[in-house]
């Protein structure tokens, strides 16, 4: 797994002290979709306005993707080398845990073949599975 720094580095962006800590959050879930709550409580002090700022350049530069599944919290999770959300034709699933509420990235659930019409333009597929994930069978 590579450390903030360096995926900061890869993207080309500054290495900020903030920056920094919003990465390390996000390496301590390497699977899990953060809630953005959960990073306002979790990060220290910091402003909203350069949470948000950070989080779409994140978002921007593919270092995070959004996660929707359904619930009101926005959440993000971060990208491995083998994320495809950021590749137009090549969306991964997501799978939300009924008991214990966490979102995870399946990266190996994806590629699927969609047909569409031919005047529809396709932007982006979620897939979102839902059960019961492997920490509360």
Same mark, same amino acid.
């Given at each position: 797994m590579s450390t903030? $720094? *360096?995926i900061l580095k890869r993207s080309d962006l500054r290495?900020?002290?903030?920056?920094i800590r919003v990465l390390d959050y996000f390496i301590l879930q390497p699977h899990a979709a953060v809630r953005n709550t959960?990073?306002?409580q979790n990060i220290g002090d910091f402003d909203r306005i350069t949470l948000y700022r950070t989080l779409k350049t994140f978002?921007?530069?593919g270092i995070i993707h959004e996660v $929707? *599944?359904?619930?009101?919290?926005?959440?993000?999770?971060?990208?491995?080398?083998d994320c495809k959300v950021h590749i137009s034709d090549g969306d991964h699933?997501?799978?939300s845990c009924k008991l214990?509420?966490?979102?995870?990235?399946l990266d190996s659930v994806g590629e699927?073949?969609?047909?569409?019409?031919?005047?529809?333009?396709?932007?982006?597929?979620?897939?979102?599975l839902s059960g019961t994930c492997d920490n509360c069978k």
């Open positions: 903030s $720094v *360096d290495k900020t002290p903030f920056r959960d990073l306002e978002e921007e530069k $929707v *599944d359904g619930s009101k919290d926005q959440k993000y999770a971060l990208c491995h080398h699933a997501h799978f214990c509420g966490n979102t995870y990235c699927l073949n969609i047909q569409l019409p031919s005047n529809y333009v396709l932007d982006k597929v979620q897939v979102m």
